[in-house]
Each structure stands twice: as C-alpha cells, then as structure tokens.
Antibody
Framework: QVQLKETGPDLVQLTQTLSITCTVS????????VHWVRQPPGKGLEWMGA???????DYNSAFKSRLSISRDTSKSQVFLKMNSLQTDDTAKYFC???????????WGQGVMVTVSS | DVVLTQSPATLSVTPGERISLSCRAS??????LHWYQQKPNESPRLLIK???QSISGIPSRFSGSGSGTDFTLSINGVELEDLSIYYC?????????FGAGTKLELK
C-alpha cells in the first residue's frame, strides 16, 4: 500500500542545517510528485517545495535559498535540506504526494523538529 | 502569493446539524481548491478536491462547492468524529497555499 515516512532529527541547533528523508513505498517517484509541507506547533500548514516526477524542483520563495530538495529514485527517497535554521523553523515537517491533481492524497506522519539555541 | 481566508476561525457545533465553512481566495483559483481535515497529532486527510469532487472513502456528508474566489465546505449532519480543524488549499499557482483553518468544537 501507499506509504510515506519521514525520518530526521528531533533537535537541531540554531543556525545549523536540517536534513529530513522521506521514504516512500507503494508508488514510484518517477510517476508521482512529492512535496514538503511544514506546520509549526499549534499553527497552520505551509507548502515548502516540490520534487516533480521528472526530477525538477520548485520552492516557496519564503525559504529563499535556504531550502534544497533532492531524490534518489533507486532508494525511493526524497530529501529535504534547509540551512541557517532559526527558532521559528521549529515545526512538524510532512512529505505528501500528488499526481495529476494538485491536491495531496497521501501524507507521511510527519517528523517534529525543534530548533534549539 | 494567493491568500486564502477561512471563516469562521472556530465554529461551535451540535451533532446532527448542517454546517458550512468558508474559504475565500485573494484572486481566482478557478476550481483548484481542495479541503483537508486534520485531527490532533495526525496528518491532514484529503476530503474534497477541485472544489466539489468527492474522495473515495470520505463520508458522503462532506461536500464542497464554489469556484473563482469563494468556496464552501459543508457537513450535512455533523458527527462527533468530525470535531477537527479544516484547511483549504489552492493548487492553481505556485506556491501552493493553505488557509489558516477552521476549528470545529462541540457546543
């Protein structure tokens, strides 16, 4: 069945780099797109960026040049890297997929990341 | 970026009643408007896509309507399990954006 699972650190130091892996199963990264969405504690959802099925990427300009998304199709993994972390980057980070639709039909359970000074 | 404004922020409901949640876009998103339900400590769940298209496995009491800038999610006969936060999301243009959510609570 379709699954997405995020793995990453619980705690990251201020100004350091966050790395999260989304491992998928039940579908191919060359067919489906994978997106990153984050949610600060008690707040709403924010789209961060996408890894398109063809290998291209798009990013929310709110993250300027801090964000990078890549993938390894042989391992069915999509990677998020974000540098220069600040306390307001504390959030649950989700990966989610879509296909032709611009809606997200499956989501991972998310990984909660706290940025600590 | 397209701003989505959801109202009300909180809605107190009685089981069995019919309710409507609003999502208004700062510019036209055609029908590229999707609705999600999120319960505490869970991931969002897709309820309605493209404003009014139903999703397999979602109860028929959930329905959506609208186009352009004004959209509505309706629940016909609220159940206790529906007490959650509801988000709209536009997929018409990048960056995709979400509304701030409407929280359903028990009256």
């Amino acid at each position: 069945q379709v699954q997405l699972k995020e793995t990453g650190p619980d705690l990251v130091q201020l100004t350091q780099t966050l790395s999260i892996t989304c491992t998928v199963s039940g579908f191919s990264l060359t067919t489906y797109n994978v997106h990153w969405v984050r949610q600060p504690p008690g707040k709403g959802l924010e789209w961060m960026g996408a890894m398109w099925n063809g290998g291209g990427t798009d990013y929310n300009s709110a993250f300027k040049s801090r964000l990078s998304i890549s993938r390894d199709t042989s391992k069915s993994q999509v990677f998020l890297k974000m540098n220069s972390l600040q306390t307001d980057d504390t959030a649950k980070y989700f990966c989610a997929r879509n296909y032709y639709s611009t809606s997200f039909d499956y989501w991972g359970q998310g990984v909660m990341v706290t940025v600590s000074s | 970026d397209v701003v989505l404004t959801q109202s009300p922020a909180t809605l107190s409901v009685t089981p069995g009643e019919r309710i409507s949640l609003s999502c208004r876009a700062s510019e036209s998103v055609d029908t590229y408007l999707h609705w999600y339900q999120q319960k505490p400590n869970e991931s969002p769940r897709l309820l309605i896509k493209y404003a009014s298209q139903s999703i397999s496995g979602i109860p028929s009491r959930f329905s959506g309507s609208g186009s352009g800038t004004d959209f509505t999610l309706s629940i016909n006969g609220v159940e206790l399990e529906d007490l959650s936060i509801y988000y709209c999301q536009q997929g018409n243009s990048l960056p995709y954006t979400f509304g701030a959510g409407t929280k359903l609570e028990l009256k």
